[in-house]
C-alpha cells in the first residue's frame, strides 16, 4: 500500500513538474515575441520620419516612398492577428522596401550628407540589430519549446494539457538567405 501511494506521488510530482516546465517555456516564447514586437514598433515609428526626410530631397521618387508606406502599413496590419508567418513575410517585404530607400538615397548627395537622415539611418541601424537579437532569442525560445512539446515524456502532458508548437520567426525568400556575390 506504501509502495503504491509512493508511485502515485513521484508520478504527481514527476507530472507537475513537466506541466510547470511546459509553462514556463511558453511564456519565455510569448515574452520572446514581446521583445520582437517592442523593435518592430519602434521601426514602424521612424519610418515616417525617414520617409518624410527623404521626400524633401527626393520629391519625384514618390513611388519608392509610397512602397515604404505601404509595406509598413501592411507590417503593421499582419502583426494584429497573431500569424507569425505572416508577420514574417510582411517584415521581409518591409526590409525589402527599406533597403530600396537607402539605395535611393545614394543617387542624392545632399541628402546623404543630411544630418537628420544620417542620425534616422543610424538609428534604423540600431533597431534592426536589436531585432535581429530579438528574433534570435524569440527562434531559440521557439526551439526549446518545441523540443519539449514533441521529446518523450513531456510530450505525453503536452499533449494532454494542449501545449503546442510555435512558429519560428525565419525568412520565408530563399534569395535572400544565399551569400551575396561580389563583383570587381
Known amino acids: 500500500m506504501w509502495i503504491l501511494l509512493g508511485i502515485v506521488i513521484v508520478l504527481g510530482l514527476w507530472v507537475m513538474s513537466m506541466y510547470n516546465k511546459l509553462v514556463s517555456l511558453k511564456n519565455r516564447v510569448q515574452e520572446g515575441w514581446s521583445g520582437i514586437d517592442v523593435q518592430l514598433?519602434?521601426?514602424?515609428?521612424?519610418?515616417?520620419?525617414?520617409?518624410?526626410?527623404?521626400?524633401?530631397y527626393a520629391a519625384h521618387e514618390s513611388g519608392t516612398l509610397e512602397k515604404v508606406i505601404q509595406a509598413r502599413n501592411m507590417a503593421m496590419a499582419a502583426g494584429?492577428?497573431?500569424?507569425?508567418n505572416a508577420q514574417a513575410q510582411a517584415e521581409n517585404a518591409l526590409s525589402g522596401t527599406l533597403k530600396s530607400l537607402?539605395?535611393?538615397?545614394?543617387?542624392?548627395?545632399?541628402?546623404?550628407a543630411n544630418t537628420s537622415f544620417l542620425q534616422l539611418q543610424n538609428t534604423l541601424g540600431e533597431i534592426e540589430e536589436s531585432l535581429s537579437n530579438a528574433r534570435r532569442y524569440y527562434n531559440a525560445l521557439v526551439r526549446d519549446n518545441n523540443t519539449a512539446v514533441e521529446a518523450f515524456p513531456?510530450?505525453?502532458i503536452a499533449n494532454q494539457f494542449n501545449f503546442g508548437k510555435f512558429d519560428f520567426f525565419e525568412i520565408d525568400n530563399a534569395a535572400e538567405?544565399?551569400?551575396?556575390?561580389?563583383?570587381?
Open 41 to 56: 514598433k519602434r521601426r514602424y515609428d521612424l519610418i515616417p520620419n525617414l520617409v518624410n526626410t527623404v521626400k524633401g
Open 80 to 84: 494584429s492577428n497573431g500569424d507569425v
Open 102 to 112: 537607402f539605395a535611393l538615397a545614394e543617387n542624392y548627395p545632399d541628402l546623404k
Open 154 to 156: 513531456s510530450n505525453l
Open 177 to 184: 538567405r544565399d551569400n551575396p556575390v561580389v563583383q570587381f
